[in-house]
Protein backbone atom coordinates (compact mmCIF):
# COMPACT_ATOMS: atom_id res chain seq x y z
CA UNK A 1 0.00 0.00 0.00
CA UNK A 2 2.62 2.73 0.96
CA UNK A 3 4.38 2.27 -2.72
CA UNK A 4 1.04 2.94 -4.09
CA UNK A 5 0.16 5.69 -1.78
CA UNK A 6 4.33 6.84 -3.04
CA UNK A 7 2.57 6.88 -6.45
CA UNK A 8 -0.80 8.36 -5.54
CA UNK A 9 1.02 11.29 -4.25
CA UNK A 10 3.71 12.08 -7.16
CA UNK A 11 0.15 12.01 -9.15
CA UNK A 12 -1.40 14.63 -7.32
CA UNK A 13 -4.61 12.00 -6.52
CA UNK A 14 -6.89 12.24 -3.34
CA UNK A 15 -7.35 9.03 -1.67
CA UNK A 16 -8.37 7.24 1.34
CA UNK A 17 -7.83 4.42 3.07
CA UNK A 18 -11.22 1.90 3.59
CA UNK A 19 -11.73 -1.67 3.94
CA UNK A 20 -9.87 -3.99 6.60
CA UNK A 21 -7.13 -0.90 7.48
CA UNK A 22 -9.85 1.70 8.26
CA UNK A 23 -11.43 -0.93 10.17
CA UNK A 24 -8.07 -1.29 12.51
CA UNK A 25 -8.55 2.26 12.97
CA UNK A 26 -12.33 2.76 13.47
CA UNK A 27 -13.04 -0.34 15.85
CA UNK A 28 -11.87 -3.50 15.09
CA UNK A 29 -8.34 -4.92 13.89
CA UNK A 30 -8.93 -7.89 11.40
CA UNK A 31 -6.94 -9.74 8.91
CA UNK A 32 -7.38 -8.92 5.67
CA UNK A 33 -5.26 -10.06 2.52
CA UNK A 34 -5.11 -6.71 0.52
CA UNK A 35 -5.84 -3.39 1.09
CA UNK A 36 -8.34 -1.15 0.13
CA UNK A 37 -8.44 2.79 -1.28
CA UNK A 38 -10.98 4.74 -3.06
CA UNK A 39 -9.74 7.87 -4.98
CA UNK A 40 -11.12 10.96 -6.58
CA UNK A 41 -10.46 9.78 -9.92
CA UNK A 42 -12.87 9.03 -13.13
CA UNK A 43 -12.63 6.05 -14.48
CA UNK A 44 -10.65 7.47 -17.50
CA UNK A 45 -7.75 8.29 -14.95
CA UNK A 46 -8.16 5.55 -13.82
CA UNK A 47 -7.05 3.80 -16.71
CA UNK A 48 -3.72 6.32 -16.77
CA UNK A 49 -2.79 5.32 -13.45
CA UNK A 50 -2.70 1.42 -14.41
CA UNK A 51 -0.55 2.25 -17.27
CA UNK A 52 1.92 3.75 -14.82
CA UNK A 53 1.42 1.15 -11.71
CA UNK A 54 2.17 -1.43 -14.37
CA UNK A 55 5.34 0.04 -15.67
CA UNK A 56 6.57 0.18 -12.18
CA UNK A 57 6.22 -3.85 -11.79
CA UNK A 58 2.80 -4.44 -10.71
CA UNK A 59 0.24 -6.74 -12.02
CA UNK A 60 -3.15 -4.95 -12.67
CA UNK A 61 -6.05 -5.91 -13.76
CA UNK A 62 -8.90 -2.89 -14.56
CA UNK A 63 -12.23 -4.24 -13.89
CA UNK A 64 -15.49 -2.00 -14.48
CA UNK A 65 -18.60 -2.08 -13.31
CA UNK A 66 -21.80 -1.73 -15.13
CA UNK A 67 -24.73 0.02 -15.26
CA UNK A 68 -26.15 -2.38 -11.52
CA UNK A 69 -22.48 -2.11 -10.04
CA UNK A 70 -22.42 0.37 -6.94
CA UNK A 71 -18.57 0.79 -8.06
CA UNK A 72 -17.41 2.53 -10.97
CA UNK A 73 -14.21 0.79 -11.84
CA UNK A 74 -11.52 -1.36 -9.35
CA UNK A 75 -8.03 -1.60 -10.51
CA UNK A 76 -6.57 -4.70 -8.53
CA UNK A 77 -2.72 -3.99 -8.21
CA UNK A 78 -0.76 -7.40 -6.98
CA UNK A 79 3.60 -7.18 -6.34
CA UNK A 80 6.07 -9.81 -6.59
CA UNK A 81 5.74 -11.13 -2.77
CA UNK A 82 1.59 -11.66 -3.10
CA UNK A 83 0.77 -8.06 -1.64
CA UNK A 84 -2.67 -7.22 -3.06
CA UNK A 85 -4.32 -3.54 -2.99
CA UNK A 86 -7.36 -2.63 -4.63
CA UNK A 87 -8.11 1.09 -5.51
CA UNK A 88 -11.76 1.76 -6.15
CA UNK A 89 -13.49 5.38 -8.13
CA UNK A 90 -16.97 5.78 -8.79
CA UNK A 91 -18.50 4.43 -5.68
CA UNK A 92 -22.36 5.12 -6.25
CA UNK A 93 -23.20 7.63 -2.91
CA UNK A 94 -19.81 8.61 -1.72
CA UNK A 95 -20.00 12.42 -0.87
CA UNK A 96 -17.12 13.85 -2.40
CA UNK A 97 -16.19 15.65 1.00
CA UNK A 98 -15.46 12.21 1.71
CA UNK A 99 -11.88 12.95 0.71
CA UNK A 100 -11.85 16.40 2.83
CA UNK A 101 -12.73 14.48 6.10
CA UNK A 102 -10.63 11.88 5.71
CA UNK A 103 -7.18 12.06 8.02
CA UNK A 104 -3.27 11.16 8.16
CA UNK A 105 -2.71 7.83 10.11
CA UNK A 106 0.99 7.23 11.14
CA UNK A 107 1.73 3.96 9.32
CA UNK A 108 5.07 2.65 9.24
CA UNK A 109 7.05 5.67 9.07
CA UNK A 110 4.35 7.32 6.46
CA UNK A 111 1.08 8.83 6.48
CA UNK A 112 -1.75 7.26 5.00
CA UNK A 113 -5.07 9.08 4.52
CA UNK A 114 -7.86 7.03 6.40
CA UNK A 115 -11.30 7.57 5.08
CA UNK A 116 -13.36 9.11 8.59
CA UNK A 117 -15.58 7.33 10.40
CA UNK A 118 -18.85 8.72 9.72
CA UNK A 119 -18.23 7.92 5.88
CA UNK A 120 -16.78 4.56 6.92
CA UNK A 121 -19.34 3.54 8.95
CA UNK A 122 -21.91 4.66 6.13
CA UNK A 123 -19.94 3.25 3.37
CA UNK A 124 -19.81 -0.35 5.06
CA UNK A 125 -24.07 -0.10 5.79
CA UNK A 126 -24.00 0.65 2.31
CA UNK A 127 -22.08 -2.49 1.59
CA UNK A 128 -24.19 -4.35 3.42
CA UNK A 129 -21.94 -8.20 3.75
CA UNK A 130 -22.10 -9.59 6.77
CA UNK A 131 -18.39 -8.13 7.56
CA UNK A 132 -19.00 -4.84 6.45
CA UNK A 133 -21.75 -4.86 8.63
CA UNK A 134 -20.22 -5.81 11.77
CA UNK A 135 -17.39 -3.52 10.80
CA UNK A 136 -19.94 -0.72 10.89
CA UNK A 137 -21.07 -1.63 14.02
CA UNK A 138 -17.93 -1.77 15.84
CA UNK A 139 -17.04 1.57 14.54
CA UNK A 140 -20.31 2.70 15.50
CA UNK A 141 -19.48 1.65 19.36
CA UNK A 142 -15.83 2.84 19.35
CA UNK A 143 -17.05 6.43 18.20
CA UNK A 144 -19.75 6.97 21.49
CA UNK A 145 -20.72 10.25 22.03
CA UNK A 146 -18.08 11.75 19.14
CA UNK A 147 -20.66 9.97 16.26
CA UNK A 148 -21.56 12.99 14.32
CA UNK A 149 -24.85 11.54 13.99
CA UNK A 150 -26.28 14.57 11.55
CA UNK A 151 -23.81 13.37 9.59
CA UNK A 152 -23.46 10.14 9.85
CA UNK A 153 -27.43 10.04 8.68
CA UNK A 154 -27.19 12.41 5.56
CA UNK A 155 -24.01 10.31 4.53
CA UNK A 156 -26.57 6.89 4.48
CA UNK A 157 -29.12 9.10 2.89
CA UNK A 158 -26.40 9.58 0.01
CA UNK A 159 -26.45 5.51 -0.24
CA UNK A 160 -30.13 4.93 -0.26
CA UNK A 161 -32.94 3.53 1.57
CA UNK A 162 -31.44 0.81 2.62
CA UNK A 163 -28.50 1.86 4.14
CA UNK A 164 -30.77 4.55 5.77
CA UNK A 165 -32.93 1.16 7.08
CA UNK A 166 -29.20 -0.52 8.09
CA UNK A 167 -28.52 2.83 10.35
CA UNK A 168 -31.78 3.28 12.30
CA UNK A 169 -31.50 -1.01 12.77
CA UNK A 170 -27.76 -0.11 14.36
CA UNK A 171 -28.85 2.73 15.85
CA UNK A 172 -32.26 0.99 17.86
CA UNK A 173 -29.93 -1.60 19.20
CA UNK A 174 -27.41 0.59 20.74
CA UNK A 175 -29.85 2.94 21.79
CA UNK A 176 -31.83 0.97 24.06
CA UNK A 177 -28.21 -0.54 26.15
Do not use: C, W
Amino acid sequence: MLDVIDDLKGADVRYAVVGAMAASIHGVVRASLDADAVLALSTRELADLETRLRARGLETELRYGDDDDPIGAVLALTDSFGNRVDLLVGLRGLDPAAFTRAFDVPFQGERLRVVGREDFIAMKLFAHGPQDLADAEFALIAAGESLDVPLLERLAQRYGADTVAALRTLQTKHSSR
